[in-house]
């Protein structure tokens, strides 16, 4: 009998040590004691985060997050994500920092809590030199096909600016809209001007064709993002974009990234 | 963890796991029937001792089951249309199971021949059955008997392998859990409930081999 009070009393106590331990232990602390800044990216997504020709993870959010660790005084460690188990990932732990070309929805943003947003993009409608699209009325149409990523804001603004067209989603980057495009499964995609705009070397020049460069707004801000309940982290990301906004570091990643195309020498 | 699961979204999405499940036996079904087809032409090629069809049959069988069935996916989708072929994914789907378990059912089929014993084949010899007979009467009961147990393993990964027509932009079972996913971001809700659903096409197929296997198989052979 006193051995079986004893027990519960040890599990008790194993519980609420536990439980404790999960309320007070902020993102913060649990980077800087585990030596380890754990970053999810999408690695098709040339400028912000892929892996380069020497197979090392390379982009702007790359350097962005690897000045963080630097900055907190720990290792960076990348973790790959297809664009739909992103979130999933911060939600599960397996990632402190989301760092996606990701624009912070109300609907998002009741699952993560994201950063000031640090660059504006265009989300673009792309389609073949072979169709004869000239706006956004020849694409809302019955028939026609629009491929999009799988959760991107480029697939919620084809379905609110498209309702008449057939919608295609796919997995695995921006890249697979534009291979779906030039083999004919869709035809017309809709993306970030960047994101596009920087896949279109790899495919054989004059296939895709910018058919409006603002859809919708035409500006699509894009944030990091951490869990409800890192609020100490979310502060620390914003401080870290001030610093280097005023440093001149954040313009020298957008300029090198963002405008122009130098980088591909390097990477 | 449990007390967060959220019961009310499975239900919100209920129309369209339908919808994916749907797809999913619709696929299936048609893809195993497809590849039942194939499988025996191609075992009967494989087994003749025409070279011009013989050889063939081992090329088809070998290439596919050297190469994963993502990789022929991506090659019917992505690869066939810069020669001019574009098939719509529904029929691609279809086409790549086929052609996959296909070249599985053929050595299944001809594994379930070849078990049966060269005495038997050479007694009926002995009575004067010509081949077809021998085939009709002696060999097909018994290779069926040893076949129906690893076919319906066959099926079953087919079945489970139409969740990669996912990544073409089929809306099949596993598509609608990534679509909730990237909606609603529960994976947990959105996979339990896929899951749920795979098992129940699985049982449905096990009920139908076990039935099959009774009156088919025993009748004919015992």
Same mark, same amino acid.
């Given at each position: /009998? &006193?051995?079986?009070?004893?027990?519960?009393l040890?599990?008790?106590?194993?519980a609420?040590?536990?439980f404790?331990?999960?309320t007070?232990?902020?993102?913060?602390?649990?980077?800087?004691?585990?030596?380890?800044?754990?970053?999810?990216?999408?690695?098709?997504?040339?400028?912000?985060?892929?892996?380069?020709?020497?197979?090392?993870?390379?982009?702007?959010?790359?350097?962005?997050?690897?000045?963080m660790?630097?900055?907190?005084?720990?290792?960076?460690?990348?973790?790959?994500?297809?664009?739909? #188990?992103?979130?999933?990932?911060?939600?599960? #732990?397996?990632?402190?920092?989301?760092?996606?070309?990701?624009?912070?929805?109300?609907?998002?943003?009741?699952?993560?809590?994201?950063?000031?947003?640090? =660059?504006?993009?265009?989300?673009?409608?792309?389609?073949?030199?072979?169709?004869?699209?000239?706006?956004?009325?020849?694409?809302?149409?019955?028939?026609?096909?629009?491929?999009?990523?799988?959760?991107?804001?480029?697939?919620?603004?084809?379905?609110?600016?498209?309702?008449?067209?057939?919608?295609?989603?796919?997995?695995?980057g921006?890249?697979?809209?534009v291979?779906?495009l030039?083999?004919?499964?869709?035809?017309?995609?809709?993306?970030?001007?960047l994101?596009?705009?920087?896949?279109?070397?790899?495919?054989?020049?004059?296939?895709?064709?910018?058919?409006?460069?603002?859809l919708?707004?035409?500006?699509?801000?894009?944030?990091?993002?951490?869990?409800?309940?890192?609020?100490?982290?979310?502060?620390?990301?914003?401080?870290?974009?001030?610093t280097?906004?005023?440093?001149?570091?954040?313009?020298?990643? =957008?300029?090198?990234?963002?405008?122009?195309?130098?980088?591909?020498?390097?990477? | /963890?449990?007390?967060?699961?959220?019961?009310?979204?499975?239900?919100?999405?209920?129309?369209?796991?339908?919808? #994916?499940? &749907?797809?999913?036996?619709? =696929?299936?079904?048609?893809?195993?029937?497809?590849?039942?087809?194939?499988?025996?032409?191609?075992?009967?090629?494989?087994?003749s001792?025409?070279?011009?069809?013989?050889?063939?049959?081992?090329?088809?069988?070998?290439?596919? &089951?050297?190469?994963?069935?993502?990789?022929?996916?991506?090659f019917?989708?992505?690869?066939?249309?810069?020669?001019?072929?574009?098939?719509?994914?529904?029929?691609?789907g279809?086409?790549?199971?086929?052609?996959?378990?296909?070249?599985?059912?053929?050595?299944?089929?001809?594994?379930?021949?070849?078990?049966?014993?060269?005495?038997q084949?050479?007694?009926?010899?002995?009575?004067?059955?010509?081949?077809?007979q021998?085939?009709?009467?002696?060999?097909?009961?018994?290779?069926?008997?040893?076949?129906?147990?690893?076919?319906?393993?066959?099926?079953?990964?087919?079945?489970?392998?139409?969740?990669?027509l996912?990544?073409?932009?089929? /809306?099949?079972?596993?598509?609608?859990?990534?679509?909730?996913?990237?909606?609603?971001? /529960?994976?947990?809700?959105?996979?339990?409930?896929?899951?749920?659903?795979?098992?129940?096409?699985?049982?449905?197929?096990?009920?139908?081999?076990?039935?099959?296997?009774?009156?088919?198989?025993?009748?004919?052979?015992?």
């Amino acid at each position: /009998m &006193r051995q079986k009070t004893f027990f519960s009393l040890v599990l008790a106590l194993t519980a609420v040590l536990c439980f404790s331990a999960m309320t007070f232990a902020g993102t913060l602390t649990d980077i800087v004691k585990r030596g380890e800044l754990r970053v999810a990216v999408q690695s098709g997504a040339a400028p912000y985060a892929f892996v380069d020709k020497h197979g090392e993870h390379a982009g702007s959010m790359i350097d962005f997050t690897k000045g963080m660790a630097d900055a907190m005084g720990v290792k960076l460690v990348v973790l790959d994500f297809d664009w739909d #188990g992103l979130i999933p990932a911060l939600l599960s #732990g397996k990632a402190d920092i989301l760092a996606a070309d990701m624009t912070p929805t109300l609907k998002r943003a009741l699952k993560i809590t994201f950063t000031d947003p640090w =660059i504006e993009v265009q989300p673009c409608i792309f389609t073949r030199p072979d169709t004869d699209f000239q706006t956004l009325e020849d694409v809302n149409k019955k028939g026609v096909t629009v491929g999009v990523l799988l959760g991107s804001t480029g697939e919620t603004m084809a379905k609110q600016y498209m309702p008449n067209a057939e919608i295609k989603s796919y997995k695995g980057g921006g890249r697979m809209v534009v291979q779906a495009l030039i083999a004919g499964h869709v035809d017309a995609g809709v993306n970030d001007d960047l994101a596009v705009l920087t896949v279109l070397p790899d495919f054989p020049p004059n296939s895709v064709r910018l058919l409006e460069k603002r859809l919708g707004q035409g500006k699509d801000p894009l944030a990091f993002a951490v869990n409800h309940d890192s609020v100490n982290l979310w502060q620390w990301i914003n401080l870290y974009f001030k610093t280097i906004r005023a440093d001149g570091t954040y313009d020298k990643n =957008i300029a090198y990234w963002m405008e122009g195309t130098d980088w591909k020498k390097d990477h | /963890m449990l007390a967060d699961f959220n019961l009310r979204i499975i239900f919100e999405y209920l129309p369209l796991f339908l919808t #994916g499940l &749907r797809s999913t036996f619709f =696929i299936s079904a048609v893809s195993i029937f497809l590849a039942l087809i194939a499988g025996t032409i191609a075992c009967a090629c494989r087994i003749s001792s025409i070279k011009l069809l013989k050889y063939p049959a081992i090329a088809y069988i070998e290439i596919i &089951r050297s190469t994963p069935l993502l990789v022929q996916i991506y090659f019917l989708y992505f690869g066939l249309p810069t020669l001019g072929i574009r098939v719509p994914e529904i029929q691609t789907g279809i086409i790549a199971l086929m052609l996959n378990s296909g070249a599985y059912i053929a050595e299944i089929i001809r594994a379930g021949i070849t078990s049966v014993d060269d005495g038997q084949i050479e007694a009926g010899v002995a009575s004067g059955l010509n081949y077809f007979q021998r085939m009709r009467f002696i060999i097909l009961p018994q290779a069926l008997g040893a076949t129906v147990p690893p076919l319906l393993g066959q099926s079953i990964v087919l079945v489970k392998d139409s969740a990669l027509l996912s990544l073409i932009s089929v /809306m099949e079972l596993t598509r609608v859990g990534q679509t909730m996913t990237s909606e609603r971001f /529960m994976p947990t809700e959105a996979f339990l409930t896929v899951a749920f659903f795979y098992m129940c096409i699985y049982f449905c197929l096990k009920a139908l081999a076990d039935w099959s296997q009774r009156k088919l198989i025993y009748r004919e052979a015992y």
